[in-house]
């Protein structure tokens, strides 16, 4: 991993307001990167993740936005180009959950992981492209999941945007190549935020038996992954799936 500075580069991190989201955010800042931190709901909290930022001398701001509505997630873009002048990074993190078992699964519950987890990655891909390609220059980094890679109960429009994640990290990796932008993946684990709080007590415990190491991951391990996938020193690396899950998925 890379501690060096990326100064001037500007970062988009969609559901940057909350858990790995937010270590993203401090993670970038801290190595210099000004940041562009999107939420939906929860104002307060990307509020606090720019405070943070700023208090410790970095740029940031706050920009309201649901990436699954495509011309949100096109004015999302735009207003960061607005503010910063360019955009280098694209962390595509916002993700929801609507989990039950496939025969009791609902059509709206299908519908919005997808419209959420797979197609707001794409709406923001396709927008920020444009610019990183007049750059020629990009990082484009997705947060799949082991859920993607494995499967798992409960998880069927989960597990298939996250796995459909994969194979569109993979196609923008070969459309953009040529045009110096990179585009990969990072596959958590089991990592302690709101999303996994909001799980039963049994359904984690089924989950860490899985886990050689033997504990749930922090949002800063996973965060760690992303910066340095959204580094110069990544350059040489596209198309990847990097797994931050304890060994879950080996
Ligand atoms: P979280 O704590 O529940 O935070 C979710 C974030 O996504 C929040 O910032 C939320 O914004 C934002 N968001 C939700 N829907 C959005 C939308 N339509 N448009 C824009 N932003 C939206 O989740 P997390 O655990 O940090 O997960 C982050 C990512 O990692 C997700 O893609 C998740 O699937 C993935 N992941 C998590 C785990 C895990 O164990 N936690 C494991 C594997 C993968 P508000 O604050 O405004 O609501």
């Not at 990307?46 to 410790?56: F, G, L, N, P, T």
């Not at 309201?64 to 694209?90: K, N």
């Amino acid at each position: 991993m890379t501690n060096a500075p990326q100064e001037g580069r500007v970062a988009l991190v969609t559901g940057g307001s909350r858990g790995i989201g937010r270590a993203v955010c401090l993670a970038l800042a801290a190595r210099g990167t000004a940041v562009a931190v999107n939420y939906v709901h929860r104002e307060e909290a990307a509020a606090d993740v720019v405070r943070r930022i700023e208090a410790a001398g970095g740029r940031a701001r706050a920009f309201g936005g649901d990436v699954s509505d495509p011309s949100q997630a096109d004015g999302l873009v735009r207003e960061v180009l607005e503010a910063f002048g360019r955009l280098d990074i694209l962390v595509n993190n916002a993700g929801i959950t609507r989990d039950m078992l496939i025969l009791r699964m609902k059509d709206d519950d299908w519908d919005a992981v997808m419209n959420t987890n797979l197609k707001g990655a794409f709406h923001c891909i396709r927008a920020a492209a444009r610019p990183m390609m007049k750059q020629r220059y990009g990082r484009i980094v997705n947060i799949t999941s082991v859920a993607g890679v494995m499967g798992n109960p409960g998880q069927a429009n989960y597990s298939a945007a996250k796995a459909g994640l994969i194979g569109l990290t993979k196609t923008a990796a070969r459309e953009f190549a040529s045009r110096g932008i990179t585009v990969n993946a990072v596959a958590p684990g089991l990592i302690e935020t709101d999303m996994t709080a909001a799980m039963t007590e049994e359904a984690v415990q089924a989950l860490h038996d899985q886990i050689p190491l033997g504990r749930l991951g922090r949002p800063e391990e996973v965060a760690e992954a992303v910066a340095f996938l959204s580094s110069e020193a990544a350059g040489y690396i596209t198309g990847h799936v990097l797994h931050v899950d304890g060994g879950m998925a080996m």
